[in-house]
């Protein structure tokens, strides 16, 4: 029979659980990491159940973690929000909301336009986290999620924030070659493009949109590195419009024979969204989407 729960022990498995590695961990919880590993070791006995896989990449967690981690984050949460209810009661919009989002519009679209919302609600601090995967809001990962396909969940709250367009790019320095290039050159050109087996989602995957038998020279996980390999003249890539726009260093090719559209999801827990504060950050984001239209979708009419 497990012993009496420590909360502490059921915090450092959720960060455990959150980060994936021991030394991740261990830092935001401004502990050593054998602390760590003692600690985890210590639930794990005193539940006699095995809550993770060590493996060579991090911890993973096992079906037993999983149905831990399902009811402590909800505990977590639960006791989160009684705390920031109480303390807040008269001071609504003071505090930090967590947003989730990839790293393309976190850099590039949201860190630039924060300006308005700090100069209407001084007191809300707005912590950005990039993620290259789906942020898990069960596990308390963000306060908002910003998510490129729509979450089958049915206990959150989800709603379309924006269409945006993604075209093809190629380096100002290789002008002149890209000149005259036509739809049926494209699968002859060198290509930069994502790892297709490490896709998180098939929402990135594109090539097949613009042609067959494309065969990248140049591949990543990033879509940070490829934007920049495209932009040293190594190949050409699909980008964001609204990463892409905004560099006078790209050239837009054969625009008006290719536009791919996906789309973007914003998702948070019904309790955070009643908190003034994530439900004011929550209207902004739809509102400057709305704003920026012109480099969210630069080819709509």
């Known amino acids: 029979m497990a012993e009496q729960m420590n909360w502490e022990d059921l915090r450092i498995f959720l960060e455990v659980s959150r980060a994936e590695k021991l030394s991740v961990a261990a830092r935001r919880l401004g502990i050593d990491a054998s602390t760590v590993s003692r600690r985890l070791h210590q639930l794990e006995t005193s539940l006699s159940a095995q809550l993770f896989e060590r493996t060579s990449n991090g911890h993973v967690l096992t079906p037993d973690g999983k149905l831990l981690v399902a009811r402590a984050s909800k505990m977590e949460q639960d006791a989160t929000l009684a705390f920031e209810q109480i303390a807040l009661h008269n001071t609504s919009e003071h505090g ?172 948070t827990h019904p309790e955070l969204k009643r908190l003034e504060r994530v439900a004011i950050v929550w209207e902004y984001l739809k509102t400057l989407t709305k704003e920026k239209q012109h480099l969210l979708r630069p080819q709509a009419k």
């Open 96 to 267: 930090t909301v967590r947003i989730g989002a990839t790293e393309a519009f976190g850099n590039h679209f949201i860190a630039p336009n924060l300006t308005g919302l700090q100069t209407n609600h001084p007191k809300i601090e707005v912590e950005l986290l990039q993620f290259a995967r789906d942020v898990k809001i069960s596990r308390n990962e963000a306060d908002i999620a910003i998510m490129v396909e729509r979450p089958k969940s049915t206990s959150m709250i989800i709603t379309k924030l924006t269409d945006y367009q993604l075209q093809i790019y190629g380096s100002r320095k290789n002008q002149h070659h890209y000149q005259h290039l036509a739809l049926s050159q494209l699968p002859s050109q060198p290509w930069v493009s994502y790892v297709d087996n490490l896709l998180f989602t098939e929402q990135l995957s594109y090539l097949d949109e613009v042609a067959e038998n494309i065969k990248p020279v140049f591949r990543s996980t990033s879509i940070i590195s490829q934007y920049s390999v495209i932009k040293s003249g190594l190949g050409i890539g699909i980008l964001p419009c609204f990463l892409a726009e905004q560099d006078a260093e790209l050239v837009k090719l054969v625009a008006d024979e290719v536009t791919i559209t996906r789309s973007l999801w914003l998702v």
